[in-house]
């Protein structure tokens, strides 16, 4: 299986800041990583597919990049409403696999 | 607007089955792969099943292999995820996905708790 490590777990930043998330392969994923966000008690939303492509509605503030085995999530100029838990997952290979996470909260 | 509205969760004793339900609506039923993704309390997703359109392929990690079963019935836009055999550590919150690769969208989950 595809392992996924998700860095940092956990992550304060202020209002306006940027914020990076990083996700790393276990083996070459080809760019088939896709970013999903949920908000307190909410189901997950997409956010990036193919590594670098935005779903339609999700704020150009978001943005994907990476290849390979290392792939990264940007939020610039944090807002309130991004306050979630982030998540990378592989669909390269079955099984499809997650990150473990990555809290965001305000500073 | 795409909808999937899962049902069918609950408490249930270590050994013993539940089934699970999910009703899609909003986009053709029958042309989408669609999947089960669960979160236990406080924890990351996993993936738990796929079935293609028309239910000939199905697809699961090895965790559920052999205990859980995936259908549908495109007639009725309907899911569906038979659990047998339920563990502890099948507690978890199950959502229904719309699976293109990705899982672009997703229900609302349904909580399954196998407690005794």
């Known amino acids: 299986d595809i392992r996924m490590t998700q860095?940092?777990?956990?992550?304060?930043?202020?209002?306006?800041?940027?914020?990076?998330i990083?996700?790393?392969?276990?083996?070459?994923?080809?760019?088939?990583?896709?970013?999903?966000?949920?908000?307190?008690?909410?189901?997950?939303?997409?956010?990036i597919y193919n590594a670098n492509?935005?779903?339609?509605?999700?704020?150009?503030?978001?943005?994907?990049s990476g290849s390979g085995t290392q792939y990264s999530l940007k939020i610039n100029s944090l807002q309130s409403e991004d306050v979630a838990t982030y998540f990378c997952q592989q669909y390269n290979n079955y099984p499809n696999t997650f990150g473990a996470g990555t809290k965001l909260e305000l500073k | 607007e795409v909808q999937l509205v899962e049902s069918g969760g609950g408490l249930v004793q270590p050994?013993?089955?539940?089934?699970?339900?999910c009703a899609a609506s909003g986009f053709t039923f029958s042309n989408y792969y669609m999947a089960?993704?669960?979160?236990?309390?406080?924890?990351?997703?996993?993936?738990?099943?796929?079935?293609?359109?028309?239910?000939?392929?199905?697809?699961?990690?090895?965790?559920v292999k052999g205990r859980f079963t995936i259908s549908r019935d495109n007639a009725k836009s309907?899911?569906?995820?038979?659990?047998?055999?339920?563990?502890?550590?099948?507690?978890?919150?199950?959502?229904?996905?719309?699976?293109?690769?990705?899982f672009a969208y997703w229900g609302q989950g349904t909580l399954v708790t196998v407690s005794s």
């Open chain 1, 7 to 20: 860095s940092p777990a956990s992550l304060s930043a202020s209002l306006g800041e940027t914020v990076n």
């Open chain 1, 53 to 64: 492509s935005l779903q339609n509605g999700v704020p150009s503030r978001f943005s994907g």
């Open chain 2, 78 to 102: 309907s899911l569906y995820l038979q659990m047998n055999s339920l563990k502890s550590e099948d507690t978890a919150t199950y959502y229904c996905a719309r699976h293109e690769y990705v």
């Open chain 2, 15 to 21: 050994g013993r089955s539940l089934k699970l339900s």
């Open chain 1, 22 to 47: 990083e996700c790393l392969a276990s083996e070459d994923i080809y760019s088939d990583l896709a970013w999903y966000q949920q908000k307190p008690g909410k189901s997950p939303q997409l956010l």
């Open chain 2, 36 to 63: 089960w993704v669960r979160q236990a309390p406080k924890k990351g997703l996993e993936w738990v099943a796929t079935i293609s359109t028309s239910g000939s392929r199905t697809y699961y990690p090895d965790s």
